[in-house]
């Protein structure tokens, strides 16, 4: 089945070699969320932001509470 709007997501993605510490991190303008203090992106990892974390995590085998956050509020453009 389609998600619509609750399988909206945005994702991080660390390229670098080490992990990065995106504590307190803040995502704005259209969507509003803020990175919990103890989240880590692993090196060659990476860290989702969903509308509906729980759908996604249900949805996409690879995703879990490890590399999964949410919910946040507000709506993407999708432009």
């Known amino acids: 089945p389609k998600l619509g709007d609750t399988g909206e997501y945005v994702e991080l993605f660390n390229r670098g070699g080490t992990g990065v510490d995106v504590s307190g ?3 704005g303008d259209g969507i509003q969320f803020t ?3 103890g989240t880590t992106i692993p090196a060659n990892g990476y860290l989702v932001i969903g509308r509906e974390a729980a759908a996604l995590i249900a949805r996409y085998p690879q995703l879990n509470s490890g590399n999964t956050l949410g919910n946040y509020s507000g ?3 999708n432009s």
């Open 75 to 77: 709506r993407l453009s």
């Open 35 to 37: 990175i919990p203090e």
């Open 25 to 27: 991190w803040r995502l």
